[in-house]
């Protein structure tokens, strides 16, 4: 059994990622910004709190430089650190408190906060993304094989000009950080960062209504209630994962010691709108309002797969032991979670 700290549990990735620290016996505790969540996942996980392996702490902002110091000390000590708490949304009036803020002090914040009052802390492993990778100057890029070599250039300027570049800035400019405060501040731990591109996937953190869905399962949720009908949206990101690998992937990190000192580019593989709404509409044909053959959008770029930037999820597979859930089965069990809160 290992002691685990894991920051902002009631998200989508930490709510799997929690369930499977509690599956494999390791004690957590989790933080989360108000005691209504935490009462929450206390109430889904009873036997496990009762027993003393999952606890609470309430962390209300984590873009406070202090907000973690509290949280990173507890008896007995942590061991490991999995913070997967920061911001994915584009509901952005102010780029800088919104999204950078709370990714680039979150981050560093936690870090400060081990070094200085957890020193039995051996591991920490970081929910970070591709869009820390990815190019966005070179758009589709076909030639080129997106790995964990790869850093996203953007400035701070280019963060400035809208919402999504804001998202694509807060997780680059939050990693680096990390990486940096390894580098200079040469603590006891070790860091370790999951970078994963479009999450879908089921969800199991207790939610009451459709409206407050995950970012990356929207496109789901309105391609099953009709809104891609007339016309498909374009993809975007053309590669995606499983949400319970990219959970599996953070807990494998800190158990196998050969991940530490590494990034982990998670990618499951390609994806489009269209291929998503096909499944929908081949596994739950009540859904009637779903987009025919004939419907436009959605698609590849003229020369198909081809046209797209290629991937190497080869480190995940080779140091983690990821075995990577299908398009299809993402997306079966998805929908039939998101109907037991009412699609």
Not at 22 to 35: D, E, F, M, P
Not at 237 to 266: C, L, M, Q, S
Request: proline content about 6%.
């Amino acid at each position: 059994m290992t002691r685990v700290l894991l920051t902002g549990g009631s998200g989508f990735i930490a709510a799997h990622t929690l369930d499977i620290l509690l599956k494999r016996g390791h004690s957590v505790v989790t933080t989360v910004r108000t005691q209504a969540k935490a009462d929450k996942i206390k109430a889904a996980y009873k036997s496990f709190a009762d027993k003393g392996l999952l606890d609470f702490a309430i962390v209300p902002d984590i873009a406070q430089s202090d907000a973690f110091d509290q949280a990173v000390v507890s008896d007995p000590p942590f061991e490991v650190v999995l913070h997967t708490a920061s911001p994915f949304h584009f509901n952005v009036t102010n780029v800088q408190k919104d999204l950078l803020d709370p990714a680039i002090i979150g981050t560093t914040g936690i870090l400060k906060s081990i070094k200085e009052s957890a020193p039995s802390v051996k591991r920490v492993v970081i929910t970070s993304s591709f869009a820390a990778m990815f190019n966005a100057a070179k758009g589709l890029w076909p030639e080129h094989t997106y790995s964990e070599v790869d850093w996203n250039p953007i400035t701070m300027d280019q963060a400035e000009e809208n919402a999504m570049m804001g998202y694509r800035a807060s997780k680059t400019f939050a990693e680096k950080a990390a990486w940096d405060f390894v580098e200079k501040e040469k603590p006891n731990f070790t860091i370790s960062t999951i970078n994963p591109p479009m999450v879908f996937g089921p969800i199991i953190h207790n939610l009451d209504t459709l409206d407050n869905i995950n970012t990356s399962n929207q496109r789901l949720v309105w391609a099953a209630q009709g809104k891609f009908k007339d016309e498909i949206p374009p993809t975007g990101v053309y590669i995606w994962v499983d949400v319970r690998d990219v959970a599996e992937a953070h807990v494998n990190a800190f158990e196998k010691p050969d991940a530490a000192g590494k990034r982990f580019f998670t990618v499951a593989g390609y994806f489009t709108n269209r291929e998503l709404t096909k499944i929908i509409s081949k596994y739950f044909p009540q859904y009637k309002d779903l987009p025919s053959d004939s419907t436009p959008g959605g698609d590849y770029p003229e020369g198909g797969r081809n046209a797209v930037y290629k991937f190497s999820n080869k480190q995940s597979i080779d140091v983690l032991g990821l075995k990577y859930k299908t398009l299809e089965e993402c997306v079966v069990d998805s929908i039939k979670s998101f109907q037991a809160v009412g699609l």
